[in-house]
């Protein structure tokens, strides 16, 4: 299918990306332009960059699975995992005695990679199996069972974002422009009773025209379009410990260790740096912002958005303390050297948000990463595309659709039964609570 000749793509992250490099391959002759805010890409505050990121196909659900297989075999065999962007070690999924959800996805999980990976895989269903694969863990490792999927691994997610715009920067087709988009642009669409999108406006006042806009604003989408019941950006906590050359080398071939009662995992150390993450309800930084859309913006609304730079308060950093008390016991202790709070866009099951916008003609959205979408970036770009041409494949264009009902409001997002901790817990309260925890201590 034809799309129309003057693209934007607001957003520099994995969606963003991804989607312009499929663009540019199949609409060569279509003007494709990345507005992002950040005056770098990549953007070191948003989502797809870190140190690492897991790429699994380790999925309850099949139709993830075989995406991620699919994206696995580019990792493993094109550019895309070449000079250390990918490192294929493992990765060992666990769950404690008392979490039978945990089991449970795990059995499932397993079945679907068993189905992909074959021998690859091992069922691992007492503590004394899993410490036969990690056995630097020791014998404290305070785990029921699991399994181990050698066919997993995991991607240097900083490098391999610079990897992609300096593929879009030596073909030369996509533009690139600096700037922090503030609303999108609307005009009355002929007969159809919708809106129709006719570029966006910049903080600066500036004007950009478009016949298609696509937001890839992750976390932030929600001050450009109104997600609420679809999309809430919450914030995970991360940790780094500084280990020594001896230590490095003990743990940097191990695999990457999930346990999904807790939702923490323990990626292999890189550069003597040791990184402790957190997949969990997450916390929410509520704002109020002007309901977006093509009314005169005088409503407003509540909703989460990112708050950048702030360290992972006590809470998360004591949940991660546990978790190594049951993992890694000698680095429990041991001084994080940096913490940071990375925002996720979550929906209510997980799934991702790929789809015209049902209200507003060329508004399209490729976002809704729910902390898991990093794995897809070889593969998702031509997705976006089948969807934005209408060729979606039916079971992805199903779970992606906007058509989904909205969740109403005070109901919360399961995602897809993953996730672990307090829900709605609010960032600012517990930044309060170290604080004061803190200025106790010192008194
Ligand atoms: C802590 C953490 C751990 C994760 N672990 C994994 C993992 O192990 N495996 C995995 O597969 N996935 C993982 N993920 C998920 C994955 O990283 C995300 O799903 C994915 O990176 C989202 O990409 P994005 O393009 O939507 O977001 P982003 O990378 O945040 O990109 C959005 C971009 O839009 C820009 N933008 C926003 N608003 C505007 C505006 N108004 N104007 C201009 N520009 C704008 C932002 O500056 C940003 O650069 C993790 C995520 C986090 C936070």
Redesign the pocket.
Known sequence: MALPSNILI????????STALSLSKRHPTSTITI????PT???P??????T?????ADYANKAYSKLAAEAIDLWRTTDWGRNGRYTQNGLLLVYPSDSASAKEYAHKSYANVRAIEGDNVTFLPTQTDVLSVVPAYGSTLDVAGGYVNWGSG?SD?AAT?RYAKERLDAEGKVKFRS????RVLYAAAAGSGKSKVTGVV?ADGSVVEADLVVL??????S??VDLRGRAVATG???AYMRISDEEQRELENLPTILNFATGI?V?PPRGNLLKI?R?AFGYRNPVVVPVPGDGDRTETMEVSLPEQGVPVPLEGQEAFRVALRQLLPRFAEREFVDT?V????DTPQGDFIVSYHPDHEGLFL???????????FPVIGDKIVDALEGTLDPELSEMWTWSKAPVSDGEDFDGDGSRSGERRAILKDELAKTKKALRSSVL
């Not at 690492?52 to 699994?56: D, E, L, P, Y």
């Not at 890839?216 to 989408?221: F, K, L, R, V």
């Open positions: 607001v957003g520099g992250g994995v969606f963003g990306l507005i992002e805010s950040s890409i990549p953007n505050h948003g989502s797809s960059v870190d690492s990121r897991i790429v699994r995991w997610a974002l700037g922090n988009v503030e910049l890839a604003t992750g976390a932030w989408s001050r450009l995970q906590a991360i995992f990626i993450a997949h940071r990375c925002w996720y866009t490729a976002t809704g990463g729910s902390g898991h979408a990093y794995k897809f």
